[in-house]
């Protein structure tokens, strides 16, 4: 093989050749590529392999195996120099606006499965690496797929995606769109696209899919360079081909630092701030990277990617139970790019020196996997304990090999069992798990009696211990036992001795617990379980979408009403579409990064970077002392106030801004930042504030918002409390509810770029949704007037309320850089430092006392609510309101409150999609759950008696009710309850309880009623010379559709010009960024109803077009019979008639507030041993008056409501006792996957007609929808309450009654804590001793 170090890494991306002669070998793929050429689809969300965003496919020839190969990894993690002799395709190079898009990018559009589209070029990566192993390689065995179709199934399909995330879709289309490729799909199952319309699916609709084009170019790219390896001093990159090579590269005696590599993945979790002299690439040495067999067991070479070793391990499982179990577990390790890469042996060095949670090292505890090392020039065999519990691997060690023996029954009457497990918040992996087990057992039967174990192997994990252990003192006292139920329960006690979290570790005793859990499961399969003893199956629940169906009616305005694909997905989807981060770097581009305080209130005495060794490339670090004079230390701006951009002498909360580092590139700034010493000093500060009770014992709280928001804010108490207390049967009197914060985990996180402009003006590109208070903060900042600003924002990867204060922190840090410097200046703040700024949803404390009739009916609620605002007021103000409209959903007779707003030494808390109403309507829910449960009627009962007549409506939402007719909530609850067969389903809920003890389920019904507030927007509709239109709108495209709408409501509204050549208007119109110098006055584009308003604004626009045009058109057609739309505009241009118009659209008074509705009914299946859930199916009715786009808001409904389910079942955005964020990363904060949402998903928009007082008749749809995923929590509620039950048949006197509160979010640990515990014991004492 050759070897080359002249010309340096030399490899292709999408078939051009890049020679890259000088890198710094840390630099990953992704830097490359984003950095040095033009590709910028593979996008940065993480850093960690935890998002997929950055995914792209390589191909490459294998040396050592002597095949080509092609799969996908993450270029976040992927090093550069380990991509020598490889091709690589990214989104773009499959296709693109020039050459042609790729099939899968056009089913991608066509499936609306594209929002904000920052995840969607990872997405189409992911899918296409599967495509093309399904189908590189004809002619395909048989059966062929149909034409047009692909070999994959459609669970491969779905299961290729499953490590992508994505927030803003709720995945169904996207799982629509690589479902439509999959050969055994009913395209008929498929959900609303552009192709086809309901009944008329057929294939050839499809955009064309053809192996022979659209896959095989590209596994063919790989080239000669395939055939050599590179070994270069230059870049301290060395790529031994023997053991020898290997020895002499690490036995030097040289003092270099060497890092062996193979995929890189462990610097996902261990983020690296060392340099080192030396990479080793273990990937090229054959005994590294082969898999050899004989009688006793399989050998992996240790470099062998753990996809290949599934691969293998399938393969050989056909014979072997113990080898395929071994497979489906790694199946869930990480998520299938990170798996290609990631090597098995680099995970158990992991596990051996660093103690990672490895599921690998469990699972090959347990089968007494051997591993061979190579210590110096010695070689040497030894047990997985003894690697484990040996000392760490010295740097120079290398792990050769791993074997793995067959294993065989002790005797002709005994049986191998074999199973693993964990339990994790995503079923199908990309999470590690609270705890992992392998086990394997011989046992004997003898005739008449019962399993006798002639040995086990019990083997734990990841449960917060340094390694994988054994339960030594239960395989011992298991030995020889017969399994009879009391030895059961003996192993289960000691099993949860044995497994012993560490002090400090999260939910030790949900983690012993599972560990029983596992350990009955398992040696429940010894014995029969279809027997009643054993409560029925514990089989899973398929972790997959099976089936979903949306309805959308279509509206009176056509284009508008159309559900025709969002704007630009499909550029979005071959990552052409430019977002802040893909903008080139100015020449002299620096890059910043936020050095952030850890301590919540605290002097800071200085900045250093003293560390070994220090950080290179930095350039300056700008901070309060960098405010120009004539500036303000202001980095956001809003309607209550301004923040101040640096913490001056003293922090306010850990989070909070101290210094800007300013370095030559983004990744020296990052590294800077992190290694950033800040000296604190507390002493003689008071302590701060963290919690709502220190705010109220300290009197800390914000002040009321001014006299002018009154008409948005103003909140008054309904009836009289006492009076309605005093006609009550039952009351439930200061009860408390905790509700947690949530983190909007947009998948770009904050960016800018400020560029320095003639006559101290400042251009700056900010992801932000309101340009407009940017612009005012970098203009106070830097001393200047506004017109020297101008804030560009084209599109933002998401913002769901989160780039609003934190984002004009940064552009204005951005800017003051660059007014310093005057140099361009960008930043992209990386993943954790986000989470730690971000601030989030807002926590809070509800006591509530209400009062009811013995029918359910309420009397009287009163609410006792402190919210932690956090430090800065931001947005505050709004949310009391939006909590008291969210829970005035029902009529509670008389509704009182005090809620105060506590100003803590927290982060700030800010707008998250449905603020305040999620958390009111929450209230509301758990209220009523908690009558239903005192008087032990259905939750359901008690909903439909609390709901609203029009006359307590117009009571409780005086100036938003409207008119009756616009009431729809009573009729979607009746054809909801009708449509989801909501009634019969209860009765096969109650009989699958009865017949299972370990799985259970519930099944909830609830409403939603939202009051949105519609604001002023500008809008601005040019006509060019041939025709085509360019509009510009206040609101920003943030995946919500925006931009879809209003080129329809523009289309509509000029099509009413009386001239031919207008059905193509749709296409003429181009919606373009918004420029504050351009379009003044843009707003903020949150509250779910800145799509309508801006429709609004551009059809004023257009009607005062039309009214200037219509005289000419009137005229042409008079002399020439008819006139088409191009002729008329140039004879209006002749004519010099002004084709431009502004407006800002106010809405009338009466029209400002207004209520939407909705309901949903979800069903969830409970794991009681693990606490693990399923959303069996969720069926959605939302009105959306007459929907603009139904297409967009069906998007919008099950994107919100998916990020909803993340709310209440799965997102834990936790903080120390500091208040410094420390669910800061992929690896911790869990939102929602593929494998998360309902199996079965049912949405329909619903035309409820017209409506007078809204635009073209729409309601909104962005935020609302989030609230219905209550119905998920209160369905796992509702579960949880039979599992109650059953803890009571047994005996169980604790925790068996119906009236709790489940904790929101209900994650695994809190459901199986409101199991119980030991729920699997009490069933066993019942046996032993019946109750
Ligand atoms: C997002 C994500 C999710 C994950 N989820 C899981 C999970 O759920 N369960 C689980 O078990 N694992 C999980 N992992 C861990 C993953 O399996 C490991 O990162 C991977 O196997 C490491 O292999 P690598 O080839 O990338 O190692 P590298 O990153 O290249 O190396 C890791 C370390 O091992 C050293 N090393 C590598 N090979 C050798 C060798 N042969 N001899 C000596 N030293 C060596 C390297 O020097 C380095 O220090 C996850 C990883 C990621 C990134
Ligand atoms: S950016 Fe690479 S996986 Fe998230
Ligand atoms: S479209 Fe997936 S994150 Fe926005």
Request: proline residues 5%.
């Amino acid at each position: 093989m050759e070897k080359r170090d002249e010309c340096g890494v030399v490899f292709e991306v999408n078939g051009e050749r890049f020679a890259v002669a000088e890198v710094d070998p840390s630099t990953t793929l992704l830097d490359f590529l984003r950095s040095a050429t033009p590709f910028k689809s593979l996008k940065l969300g993480c850093g960690e392999g935890g998002c997929g965003a950055c995914v792209v496919v390589v191909s490459r020839f294998n040396p050592v195996l002597k095949q080509r190969e092609i799969f996908s990894v993450s270029s976040c993690l992927t090093l550069v120099c380990s991509v020598n002799g490889f091709s690589i395709t990214t989104s773009e190079g499959l296709g693109n606006s020039k050459d042609g898009f790729h099939p899968i990018h056009q089913r991608f559009a066509g499936f609306h499965a594209s929002q904000c589209g920052f995840c969607t070029p990872g997405f189409c990566m992911s899918f296409f690496s599967a495509l093309a192993n399904a189908d590189a390689t004809p002619p395909h065995a048989p059966p062929q797929p149909p034409r047009g179709f692909s070999s994959l199934t459609l669970s491969q399909a779905q299961t290729a995606i499953t490590g992508n995330l994505c927030r803003c879709t709720g995945y169904r289309p996207i799982a629509d769109a690589c479902k439509s490729f999959a050969a055994d799909v009913d395209l008929e199952d498929l959900g609303i696209n552009s192709f086809w319309k309901r009944g008329e699916a057929r294939v050839s609709k499809l955009p064309p899919y053809n192996p022979e084009e659209d896959v095989c170019p590209y596994v063919q790219q790989c080239r000669e360079e395939c055939e050599s390896i590179l070994n270069s001093e230059r870049l301290s990159w060395f790529t031994p081909v023997s053991l020898e090579e290997l020895g002499s590269l690490l036995i030097t005696g040289d003092g270099a630092s060497v890092k062996l590599v193979v995929g890189n993945t462990g610097t996902g979790y261990y983020k690296e701030t060392e340099k080192y002299d030396r990479y080793i690439d273990l990937r090229y040495i054959p005994e590294l990277s082969m898999v050899t067999r004989d009688a006793s067991g399989v050998e992996f070479g240790a470099a062998f990617p753990i996809s290949r070793v599934i691969s293998y391990l399938k393969e050989e499982g056909k014979s072997s139970l113990v080898l395929e179990k071994i497979a489906e577990h790694m199946e869930r390790v990480a998520s299938i790019f990170i798996r290609n890469s990631a090597s098995i042996g680099g995970n158990l060095v992991m596990a051996q020196r660093r103690s990672f949670p490895s599921d690998i090292a469990t699972l090959l505890l347990a089968v007494g996997s051997t591993l061979a090392l190579l210590r110096g020039r010695a070689r040497e065999r030894i047990t997985m304990d003894e690697f484990l519990y040996g000392p760490p691997l010295a740097p120079e060690d290398v792990l050769l090999s791993v074997h793995i023996p067959f294993l065989d029954c002790s005797a002709s009457d005994s049986r191998l069992g074999f199973e693993s497990y964990r339990a994790a918040p995503r079923p199908l992996g990309n999470a590690l798990p609270y705890l992992n087990a392998a086990f394997l057992a011989d046992v004997s039967f003898k005739e008449g009696g019962g399993g006798v174990v002639n040995y086990a192997r019990l083997a734990f994990g990841a449960y917060g211990i340094d390694h994988a252990t054994r339960a030594r003192e239960v395989e011992e006292y298991l030995a020889g036992k017969t399994l009879t139920v009391e030895v059961l329960y003996e192993a289960l006690t000691l099993v949860k001795r044995a497994v012993e979290p560490e002090d400090g570790t999260s939910y030790p005793a949900y983690r012993k617990s599972l560990a029983a859990s596992f350990l009955f499961s398992f040696l429940t399969t010894f014995v029969d379980v279809s027997s009643p003893t054993f409560g029925g199956s514990l089989s899973e629940v398929a972790a997959l979408v099976s089936s979903a169906k949306q309805s959308v009616e279509s509206s009176d305005y056509y284009p508008v009403g159309e559900p025709i694909p969002k704007a630009g997905a499909v550029i979005q989807a071959s990552g052409e579409a430019v977002y802040v981060d893909d903008i080139p770097s100015p020449p002299h581009c620096l890059h910043g990064a936020l050095i952030c305080s850890t301590k919540p209130l605290a002097r800071v005495k200085g900045v250093s970077f003293e560390s070994v060794p220090k950080p290179s490339g930095i350039v300056d670090v700008i901070s309060a002392k960098d405010i120009p004079e004539g500036g303000e230390n202001i980095g956001a701006t809003a309607f209550f106030g301004s923040e101040y951009l640096f913490a001056g002498d003293t922090t306010g909360f850990a989070g909070d801004i101290i210094a800007f580092v300013v370095a030559d590139r983004q990744k020296e700034a990052n590294l800077a930042a992190r290694m950033a010493q800040v000296d604190y000093e507390t002493e003689g500060l008071d302590p701060p504030i963290l919690t709502v009770e220190d705010a109220v014992e300290n009197s800390s709280f914000f002040d009321p918002p001014p006299p002018r928001y009154e008409p948005y804010l103003k909140t008054e108490v309904i009836g009289d409390f006492s009076k309605g207390m005093a006609e009550a049967d039952h009351k439930i009197l200061s009860a408390e509810i905790i509700l947690g914060s949530q983190y909007y985990f947009y998948m770009e996180t904050q960016t800018a770029l400020a560029i320095p402009d003639e006559d101290n003006c400042m251009v700056v590109y900010s992801a932000v949704q309101s340009p407009e208070f940017t612009q005012i903060s970098i203009a106070r900042c830097l001393g200047v007037p506004e017109h020297n600003v101008r804030v560009i924002t084209r599109r933002l990867g998401g913002g769901f309320g989160g780039k609003c204060q934190r984002a004009m922190k940064v552009a204005t840090a951005c800017a003051l850089a660059a007014q310093k410097l005057r140099r361009p200046v960008r930043s992209y703040i990386d993943r954790n430092t986000d989470m730690i700024i971000a601030g989030g949803r807002h926590p809070m404390k509800i006591t509530y006392s209400v009062g009811f009739k013995s029918n359910g009916k309420m009397t009287a609620l009163h609410l006792d609510i402190l919210i932690d605002a956090g430090f800065f007021i931001d947005f505050s103000p709004f949310i009391p309101h939006m909590i008291v409209a969210g829970v005035k959903k029902y009529n509670w007779g008389a509704l009182s409150f005090d809620i105060k707003l506590c100003k803590t030494n927290n982060t700030s808390k800010s707008m998250v999609r449905a603020p305040g109403d999620v958390q009111g309507s929450f209230i509301a829910e758990a209220i009523i759950e908690r009558v239903a449960s005192v008087l032990s009627m259905e939750p359901f009962s008690v909903r439909e008696i609390n709901f609203h007549t029009h006359e307590s409506l117009q009571l409780f939402y005086a100036d938003a009710a409207g008119d009756f007719s616009e009431y729809t909530l009573p009729r979607i609850w009746d054809q909801l309850v009708k449509s989801s067969c909501y009634v019969e389903r209860i009765a096969s809920v109650q009989q699958f309880n009865r017949s299972n003890m370990w799985r259970k389920r519930g099944i909830s019904c609830v409403p939603v009623v939202y009051e949105v507030v519609v604001s002023g927007f500008p809008g601005k509709v040019s006509i060019l010379n041939d025709g085509s239109v360019v509009v510009e709108v206040g609101g920003i495209e943030m995946g919500q559709g925006l931009w879809t709408k209003v080129k329809q409501a523009t289309a509509y509204a000029l099509g009413l010009i009386q001239c031919d050549g207008t059905d193509d208007l749709l296409e003429k119109v181009r919606v373009v960024q918004s420029d504050t110098l351009s379009l003044v006055q843009g707003g903020l584009t949150a509250g779910s109803t800145t799509s309508e308003a801006c429709c609004a604004a551009v059809i004023e626009c257009c009607n005062v077009l039309v009214e200037r045009l219509s005289l000419l058109a009137t005229s042409l057609q008079e002399q020439q019979g008819s006139v088409q739309w191009n002729d008329l505009i140039l004879e209006a241009r002749n004519q010099s008639i002004n084709l431009a118009a502004n407006s800002y659209f106010v809405p009338e008074p009466s029209s400002t507030k207004y209520l939407n509705y909705g309901a949903a009914v979800s069903e969830v299946e409970i794991c009681v041993l693990t606490g693990e859930k399923s959303i069996l199916r969720t069926d959605i009715i939302y009105d959306c008056g007459q929907s603009l786009n139904p297409a967009v808001d069906l998007g919008q409904i099950e994107g919100s409501f998916i990020q909803g389910v993340g709310f209440f079942m799965l997102e834990e955005y936790l903080t120390n006792e500091e208040g410094l964020v420390t669910t800061n990363s992929t690896w911790t904060y869990k939102i929602p996957s593929l494998d998360n949402i309902p199996k079965q998903f049912n949405a329909e928009v619903l035309n409820s007609g017209r409506h007078p007082g809204r635009v073209l008749s729409s309601k909104a749809s962005g935020e609302p929808p989030l609230l219905l995923a209550v119905s998920v929590y209160c369905a796992t509620r509702a579960a949880v309450v039979e599992a109650r039950k059953q803890l009571k048949a047994w005996g169980a006197t604790q925790g068996t009654d119906s009236d709790f509160q489940l904790d929101v979010p209900a994650t695994l640990p809190v459901v199986k804590q409101y199991c119980g515990l030991d729920y699997i014991e009490a069933y066993l004492r019942n046996l032993l001793a019946p109750f």
